[in-house]
C-alpha cells in the first residue's frame, strides 16, 4: 500500500496555471498506476489524467494539463495549464497497484484527502 498526500491546490484567475503534486509513500511506488480525478461541486468524481508508463487524459483536459511522474521522489504531478472556472474542484491522487482501465475511478483502492482548486473568471 502507498499513502498519499496532494498539495499544490489553490486560487488561479480563468487561464492561469497551477502544478498539483502527489507525494506517495512506500517502496513500490514504480509500480503503481498513478491518477488524478476531480469532484466539482454537485458532480460526480471524474478522470483528469493517469500514467503507468504512458499518459492518459480525459477529452476536457487533453492539450492544456500535463501528468508526470518522478519515481525517485515518489511523487506526481499534474500540471495544470490555462485554466477554466470549470476546472474549478478537488483534485485527488489515486494509486492502483493492477489495472485493465487506467481511466476508472473503481481501478483504484488508494486515494489522497484531495486539494481545492478554484479558478475565478
Known amino acids: 500500500q502507498v499513502q498519499l498526500v496532494e498539495s499544490g491546490g489553490g486560487l488561479v484567475q480563468a487561464g492561469g496555471s497551477l502544478r498539483l503534486s502527489c507525494a506517495a509513500s512506500?517502496?513500490?511506488?514504480?509500480?503503481?498506476?498513478m491518477g488524478w480525478f476531480r469532484r466539482a461541486p454537485g458532480k460526480e468524481r471524474e478522470f483528469v489524467a493517469a500514467?503507468?508508463?504512458?499518459?492518459y487524459y480525459a477529452d476536457s483536459t487533453k492539450g492544456r494539463f500535463t501528468i508526470s511522474r518522478d519515481n525517485a521522489k515518489n511523487t506526481v504531478y499534474l500540471q495544470m495549464n490555462s485554466l477554466k472556472p470549470e476546472d474549478t474542484a478537488v483534485y485527488y491522487c489515486?494509486?492502483?497497484?493492477?489495472?485493465?482501465?487506467?481511466?476508472?475511478?473503481?481501478?483504484?483502492?488508494?486515494w489522497g484527502q484531495g486539494t481545492q482548486v478554484t479558478v475565478s473568471s
Open positions: 489515486a494509486a492502483a497497484a493492477y489495472y485493465s482501465d487506467i481511466a476508472k475511478i473503481n481501478t483504484y483502492d488508494q
Open positions: 512506500g517502496r513500490t511506488f514504480s509500480s503503481y498506476a
Open positions: 500514467i503507468r508508463w504512458s499518459p
